[in-house]
């Protein structure tokens, strides 16, 4: 949430601890899906969802087992950081957030950081700097000249109407990210109920059982954990999921407003001032995605950001239709033929991953690491053509030579080349008949021991003449690694 816009946000306090003493929790009359919220809490007013917490990444209790403190949540700034994409923003010469960058041109945020007014409309064009600590404190810097535009969701009408659905921005950069800093790639799978995130952001910080004790700091980013546990609907009735919610737990149950267990005291958090914009990341197999985006705390049992408090935010998975309209392909890889596999056939069959938002794959394969000399180039279309078979006398290779290959997902945004970049395979030779990239005296064994058989269905038959005899000794012979 933007630091220095909230001035009234003390004074909020006790308004929203006054209305959450009525009946915090009730079943969702309508719901039956795992997605629908589940015990929402009643507020009697809506703005107070909206109102900015205190402060963020909070810490556990600093007397609590383990015990805990803001320092232990800091990442270290250094490349092999997870986290090392998540970058740091300063909106119309003072306000800050946290942005992701879900691709090398465009970074994700909350609306309301450029929202000054609370009116749905950016009040700040592009004037916003973004800042890397990728390898150390500022190592990346893009000031507002590298910004092309800042878009508001179009159904964002800000927290004066209020709502917190659609609070997203997507910034646009006139030139793609250095290829060092991570891309992080929106979640399009279901979320469920139960699911453990982590959030990460540059705002103010502190104890969950005092309140917020530290500012925040462009170049401090603190990281922590939470389990979702309520999700909330389309306000415009399209029955699509678009926010997300948990709570704060201490160590004991009295401050437990949802359910579940705390994830523990040195790991649990909430979020605040200054980590509004900032990912909720899921990690998918061994790649991080943006799973949500953190926009919004409020009360239960507590004010935010102590524990018993609420917080939330944007749901990615409802938006990708709009996000879809700006960003390339998201990253994937090439699949198989693994790098540096040996014994290929002449005619393999390429898998790669499915690039999130792809139109179409353009295939190449090349006896150039460069990828200068093309010997196949083709393109398939559709999203999910993420495979190609090559044919026997139409597209085959040569034998026994070193290959590259390499894929480029693409749609009206832009390509995206395989984040592997070219694997290298080499085809297999007559006479390698245990595929292992030489032709040797093991493959004489195997040849031996279905000597004089019927060649039918066995690749010792090496000339097709429908007999293991000399000549196909003879083919293994010349080509003898």
């Not at 898998?351 to 006896?367: L, M």
């Amino acid at each position: 949430m933007k630091t220095g816009r909230w001035v009234a946000a003390a004074g909020l306090m006790t308004l929203i601890a006054g209305l959450a003493q009525a009946n915090p929790m009730a079943e969702h009359p309508d719901c039956e899906q795992k997605l629908c919220p589940i015990n929402p809490p009643v507020i009697g007013d809506p703005a107070i969802w909206i109102q900015d917490p205190v402060a963020m990444i909070m810490a556990g209790d600093q007397t609590g087992s383990p015990p805990d403190s803001p320092s232990n949540r800091v990442d270290p700034n250094i490349s092999s950081s997870p986290w090392s994409g998540v970058c740091q923003l300063t909106l119309g010469g003072g306000a800050s957030c946290t942005g992701v960058p879900i691709s090398r041109f465009h970074i994700l945020s909350a609306g309301h950081c450029v929202d000054f007014d609370d009116n749905g409309t950016n009040d700040v064009g592009t004037n916003v700097v973004v800042r890397f600590n990728f390898n150390g404190s500022g190592s990346t810097i893009i000031g507002s000249a590298g910004i092309a535009s800042v878009d508001v969701h179009p159904d964002y009408t800000g927290f004066a109407n209020p709502t917190v659905n659609d609070d997203l921005i997507i910034i646009t950069l006139n030139q793609p990210l250095p290829s060092f800093i991570p891309i992080y790639p929106v979640f399009t799978g279901n979320a469920a109920n139960g699911t453990i995130i982590t959030a990460v952001g540059y705002g103010r910080t502190g104890f969950g059982d005092v309140g917020d004790t530290i500012g925040g700091n462009s170049s401090i980013k603190r990281v922590g954990q939470n389990r979702v546990e309520q999700f909330f609907n389309d306000e415009e009735g399209s029955g699509s999921v678009e926010i997300f919610q948990y709570d704060f737990d201490g160590p004991t149950g009295a401050t437990n407003c949802i359910g579940g267990a705390t994830l523990g005291n040195d790991i649990e958090t909430s979020v605040g001032s200054g980590d509004s914009g900032g990912p909720s990341f899921l990690q998918v197999g061994n790649k991080l995605h943006t799973w949500g985006i953190n926009t919004f705390g409020t009360s239960c049992i507590a004010p935010p950001p102590l524990f018993g408090s609420l917080g939330g935010g944007i749901l990615v998975n409802g938006y990708l239709s709009w996000i879809g309209d700006f960003i390339p392909p998201s990253p994937f890889a090439l699949v198989s033929p693994a790098d540096g596999a040996m014994g290929v056939n002449v005619s393999p069959h390429l898998d790669w991953e499915r690039a999130d938002f792809a139109n179409s794959y353009r295939v190449r394969i090349s006896q150039d690491p460069g990828m200068a000399d093309i010997v196949l180039d083709e393109t398939l279309n559709g999203a999910s053509m993420h495979e190609l078979q090559l044919t026997e006398g139409v597209n085959q290779l040569e034998a026994a030579t070193t290959y590259y290959w390499t894929v480029f997902a693409l749609n009206s945004n832009g390509e995206t080349e395989s984040e592997s970049g070219p694997f290298e395979f080499l085809t297999n030779a007559p006479g390698d008949l245990n595929f292992d990239g030489m032709v040797n005296g093991t493959d004489i064994a195997i040849l031996l021991s279905v000597w004089g058989s019927n060649g039918a269905g066995t690749s010792a038959d090496l000339n097709g003449d429908g007999v293991v005899n000399g000549s196909d000794l003879a083919t293994l012979l010349s080509n003898w690694s």
